[in-house]
Structures are given as structure tokens and as C-alpha cells.
């Protein structure tokens, strides 16, 4: 079992960065994949990042390749979003997610078995 808690989210103006923590405990943490979503209001949940449990490979998004980047420590039990360049449009509460271990990054909500609660980032035009 993991438990997972997001942090760092807020208000940003457009063209600013945040990064995002997810702090995880449990002693599995570190042979999980694991990945972030985002879900605007009125959206369904989408894919935005994810890493394999070593770190070796990341996979993000078309929306945000080139501006946000997954790294993962183990030894801390953390996960990262580093999120540059921010737009409006990426306003959504985005979520940490656990997946089983894989050297494929799982794009589906479904495949991932656990989930922060969600920290908020708003981006101001």
C-alpha cells in the first residue's frame, strides 16, 4: 500500500513555474511507476507525466512537452513536477498517481492503483 500527498500548487501568473511535490510513504513506494494526471473543472482526468520506478524513462505529454518535467527520489519517497512556461490552460487540480512496476509509462487513469487528493494550480492570464 501507498499513501501519496501533493503540495506546491497555487496561483501563478502566465509565463511562471511551480513545482509540485508528492510526498509518498509506504514500503513499496519505490517499485512503483509513477505518474501525474491533471483534471480541469467540467474535464475528465488526463495524463500529464510519468517515470518508471527507477527514473530511467519519463513520458509527458504533448501539452506540456518541453515545459514539464517528472523526476522521482527514492530515496526521499518523492516525486516531482517541475512545471515551466505555465499557460492558462493548464489551471486544474493534478494528481499523483501509483502505477505497478513497468518499463511501459501507463497513460490510462485505470491502470494506476494509487491517488493523492490533489493540489490546485491556477494560472492567471
Known amino acids: 500500500q501507498v499513501q501519496l500527498v501533493e503540495s506546491g500548487g497555487g496561483l501563478v501568473q502566465a509565463g511562471g513555474s511551480l513545482r509540485l511535490s508528492c510526498a509518498a510513504s509506504?514500503?513499496?513506494?519505490?517499485?512503483?511507476?509513477m505518474g501525474w494526471f491533471r483534471q480541469a473543472p467540467g474535464k475528465e482526468r488526463e495524463f500529464v507525466a510519468g517515470?518508471?520506478?527507477?527514473?530511467?524513462?519519463?513520458y509527458v505529454a504533448d501539452s506540456v512537452k518541453g515545459r514539464f518535467t517528472i523526476s522521482r527520489d527514492n530515496n526521499k519517497n518523492m516525486v516531482y513536477l517541475q512545471m515551466n512556461s505555465l499557460e492558462p490552460e493548464d489551471t486544474a487540480v493534478y494528481f499523483c498517481?501509483?502505477?505497478?512496476?513497468?518499463?511501459?509509462?501507463?497513460?490510462?487513469?485505470?491502470?494506476?492503483?494509487?491517488w493523492g487528493h490533489g493540489t490546485q494550480v491556477t494560472v492567471s492570464s
Open positions: 498517481a501509483g502505477d505497478r512496476p513497468s518499463h511501459i509509462i501507463e497513460a490510462r487513469a485505470s491502470e494506476y492503483d494509487y
Open positions: 509506504g514500503r513499496t513506494f519505490s517499485v512503483n511507476n
Open positions: 517515470i518508471t520506478w527507477r527514473g530511467g524513462t519519463t
